[in-house]
């Protein structure tokens, strides 16, 4: 069992920067990929950001490759979302999630945190 806690989101301008954490229960964090995805008002859950258990691998949705960074400390049971160069495209609710096998899609995750929001003004 895992549990998650996102934090870090709030309200930014456009062009502007926040890093989400996401800290995690239990023993075996270690052993889970991470993702990170948003849902905005009215719109699907959408996938941006995973990272392997060790942290050698990472995926990034096109929508936020080359702006948004992911990345884990095992040692803190916590991973982080980088975003850089935000727009108010950008504005919805962002969850982190846990799954066994690395993998892009929300079926493949298991655990999911409550969310934080973020909202990106223009």
């Known amino acids: 069992q895992v549990q998650l806690v996102e934090s870090g989101g709030g309200l930014v301008q456009a062009g502007g920067s926040l890093r989400l954490s996401c800290a995690a229960s239990g023993r075996t964090f270690s052993s889970y990929a991470m993702g990170w995805f948003r849902q905005a008002a009215g719109k699907e859950r959408e996938f941006l950001a995973v990272?392997?258990?060790?942290?050698?691998?990472?995926d990034y949705a096109d929508s936020v490759k080359g702006r948004f960074t992911i990345s884990r400390d095992n040692a803190k049971n916590t991973v982080y979302l980088q975003m850089n160069s935000l727009k108010p495209e950008d504005t919805a609710v962002y969850y982190c999630?846990?799954?066994?096998?690395?993998?892009?899609?929300?079926?493949?995750?298991?655990?999911w945190g409550q969310g934080t929001q973020v909202t990106v003004s223009s």
């Open positions: 990272i392997s258990w060790s942290g050698s691998s990472t």
């Open positions: 999630a846990a799954a066994g096998r690395y993998g892009l899609g929300t079926s493949r995750y298991d655990y």
